[in-house]
């Protein structure tokens, strides 16, 4: 059995147990993604573990969004406009995977964006709670 394609660590914490445990399915999915790619599965077999990954993607950006709101995030609109670029960035990636058969695209910029969002964005909504006191 190969290595995970991202291994959860707990620097990727922010703080809000409820949206640590929605990042880790996130990443478990994406972790899902790269076996079946491992087990040179094509597209379409993939197609079911995308659609889990879309879904609660959508659940996750949900319950981030509400929590900000309620807590009053000032940067709201601004991260508002990250979970939207997400969804239509993914799926032009998609396509551009499927053109090209070619699954490691979709992968890597997965990583990448959910990475990079975790640890810089949505950091700042746990430092915002941790100054109003909610943390
Ligand atoms: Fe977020």
Redesign the pocket.
């Known amino acids: 059995m190969k290595d995970l394609y991202i291994v959860w660590s707990k620097d990727n914490e922010i703080g809000i147990p409820i949206i640590d445990e929605q990042h880790r399915v996130a990443v478990g999915t994406i972790n899902s993604l790269f076996y079946f790619m491992q087990m040179k599965r094509g597209v379409a077999a993939l197609r079911p573990t995308l659609n889990v990954l879309e879904q609660y993607t959508k659940i996750?950006?949900e319950t981030?969004e509400e929590l900000m709101k309620l807590h009053g995030f000032r940067d709201l609109d601004a991260?508002l406009l990250?979970?939207r670029d997400l969804q239509s960035q993914a799926h032009e990636i998609l396509h551009e995977g499927i053109v090209n058969n070619d699954a490691t695209i979709v992968l890597n910029f997965l990583k990448e964006w959910w990475l990079d969002?975790?640890n810089k964005?949505?950091r700042k909504?746990a430092e915002h709670l941790r100054h109003t006191g909610v943390l």
């Open positions: 996750h950006f981030e991260h990250l979970h969002h975790i964005q949505d909504f």
